[in-house]
């Protein structure tokens, strides 16, 4: 069979959620997130992946606009729960509302793919990081 060019498409999503003060950043969430959606099928741009070139005294600022430079690489952002009571979050997903990007939850982008397992395995992800949240 000959795939056209819509069957090997695949969607660019910016993962975007709460990092600062949540313990490791929010980082194995991050990851694991963007795992689980790469096997879902999409193309994932992963704001706590990347080379590890800040500065000492890097700022909010400074990480705000890397990772806005992140996202503009995106088609479309997914947002990570609790992403309205994250600053940085907040600022990202308004912006890409702003220029006209679409903006889903993680979850809804996972569930689009038709893959149960892969829902469950979100599921799970997320109950630990509740976790490791209420643990800390």
Not at 11 to 22: A, D, E, F, K, R
């Amino acid at each position: 069979k000959t795939l056209t060019c819509k069957e090997i498409d695949v969607t660019t999503l910016y993962l975007s959620g709460p990092m600062s003060g949540w313990e490791d950043n929010n980082y194995p969430l991050f990851h694991e997130v963007a795992a689980i959606l790469r096997e879902a099928g999409y193309a994932v741009v992963n704001p706590a992946e990347g080379p590890d070139d800040a500065p000492a005294d890097a700022t909010w600022q400074w990480w705000m606009r890397r990772a806005i430079a992140a996202m503009m690489t995106a088609d479309a952002v997914a947002g990570l729960p609790d992403w309205t009571t994250s600053q940085g979050a907040r600022t990202e997903i308004d912006l890409a509302l702003n220029l006209g990007m679409t903006v889903r939850a993680a979850r809804d982008w996972i569930a689009e793919s038709d893959d149960p397992e892969a829902l469950r395995r979100y599921d799970v992800a997320i109950s630990r990081a509740v976790l490791r949240e209420a643990c800390e």
